[in-house]
């Protein structure tokens, strides 16, 4: 949904500015960098999704193994292949190496920004 509000450089930016952090596992920060770029994809195909219909993708991206997990060995695993509750923990050192995006000066353009107050339009593009 943020991608298809704000646009999927906001998107990127922003998902991924958090990731980088001295606390997080390098498999934790590998997983959420590689989930994110999936769903902001899912969002490029769906402009005009709904929330709900953007679960939906986003769940079949899960099943189908899009998506990685921390597998019950610690491994980075893709999704269709650990049942649901034996996903394992993401654990040891962080990443290093400059795994913050540096700051830029771009100014994000969504195409037309939609704070959904109408409750029916959620894409980000005019219709």
Do not use: C, W
């Not at 991924?16 to 997080?24: I, L, P, Q, S």
């Amino acid at each position: 949904m943020l991608a298809n509000r704000f646009g999927p450089e906001f998107a990127q930016e922003y998902t991924n500015a958090h990731e980088g952090v001295d606390t997080n596992a390098a498999s934790a920060e590998a997983m959420d960098l590689h989930n994110n770029a999936v769903r902001r994809r899912i969002a490029a195909e769906h402009p005009d999704a709904s929330p709900e219909e953007l679960a939906t993708f986003v769940k079949e991206a899960v099943l189908r193994g899009d998506m990685v997990v921390v597998g019950p060995d610690g491994m980075l695993t893709p999704s269709d292949q650990v049942a649901l509750g034996e996903t394992g923990r993401a654990e040891g050192p962080p990443a290093t190496g400059g795994t913050k995006p540096p700051p830029t000066d771009t100014e994000f353009t969504s195409g037309g920004y939609n704070p959904g107050s109408d409750g029916e339009s959620y894409g980000t593009y005019d219709s």
